[in-house]
């Protein structure tokens, strides 16, 4: 079955500080993969996803994120953090289902700056 | 632009009550997703609209939950009797197209609690 795990529930870090959130994904064929951000009062938002070619993808606010097929990972990736960036971090692969696409996330990543 | 926008942000109510969710996508979008996310869990599809027809309906929990989106604008969820398990935050997400490359906007949800 497709499945997205994300093994840290809670992170937390120093401002300035650099980040990895891990993912990993259980899925058959090849993955559409994603990061979403939830700030407080927020909707999700789109950090970054990768669909195919170079395995490491750049997205918005300074993150990148690395595809590792071996590993099956897609973890998440930005070198200093700042304290905006404190919010909860979700992983997602695209479950392209009966011709429709729909998300299959992660339970997320809940993620603390300290000052 | 207006973003996807959902209402009430937070609703309170009663085991055996009704509850109704409603979800403004951005206009134009014919393709319209419901999520759920209980207990802090993972963020899971319940169902997805192309205009005013359900096009997957294969995660809504059970016959207490009905989805409409009567002239393929704007979409209501009605949970009705309400349970306890039935507590989380639904978001709504909306898009152009369908293809798993198409960016998802999503609302910043409903909290819903029933006690």
């Known amino acids: 079955a497709q499945s997205v795990t994300q093994p840290d529930i809670h992170i937390t870090v120093s401002e300035g500080a650099s980040l990895e959130l891990r993912c990993n994904y259980s899925?058959?064929?090849?993955?559409?993969l994603f990061w979403y951000v939830q700030s407080p009062g927020q909707g999700l938002q789109l950090l970054l996803k990768?669909?195919?070619?170079?395995?490491l993808v750049q997205g918005i606010k300074g993150f990148e994120a690395e595809f590792k097929r071996s590993q099956s990972s897609f973890n998440l990736r930005k070198p200093s953090v700042h304290w905006s960036d404190a919010a909860e971090y979700f992983c997602?692969?695209?479950?392209?289902?009966?011709?429709?696409?729909?998300?299959?996330f992660g339970a997320g990543t809940r993620l603390a700056v300290h000052p | 632009e207006a973003g996807v926008t959902q209402f009430p942000s937070h609703s309170v109510i009663e085991k055996g009550q009704t509850v109704t969710l409603r979800c403004d996508p951005i206009?134009?979008?014919?393709?319209l997703y419901w999520y759920r996310r209980v207990m802090g869990k993972e963020i899971k599809f319940l169902l997805h609209?192309?205009?005013?027809?359900?096009?997957?309906e294969s995660g809504m929990p059970n016959n207490r939950f009905l989805a409409e989106r009567t002239g393929g604008t704007y979409s209501t969820l009605k949970v009705q009797p309400a349970e306890l398990e039935d507590s989380g935050v639904y978001f709504c997400?909306?898009?152009?197209?369908?293809?798993?490359?198409?960016?998802?906007?999503f609302g910043s949800g409903t909290q819903l609690s029933v006690l």
């Open positions: 997400a909306s898009s152009q197209g369908w293809a798993t490359n198409e960016k998802l906007f």
């Open positions: 899925y058959g064929a090849t993955p559409y």
């Open positions: 990768y669909f195919s070619g170079d395995t």
């Open positions: 997602a692969v695209g479950a392209f289902s009966g011709g429709y696409n729909k998300l299959i």
């Open positions: 206009s134009g979008h014919d393709n």
């Open positions: 609209f192309v205009k005013e027809s359900k096009q997957d």
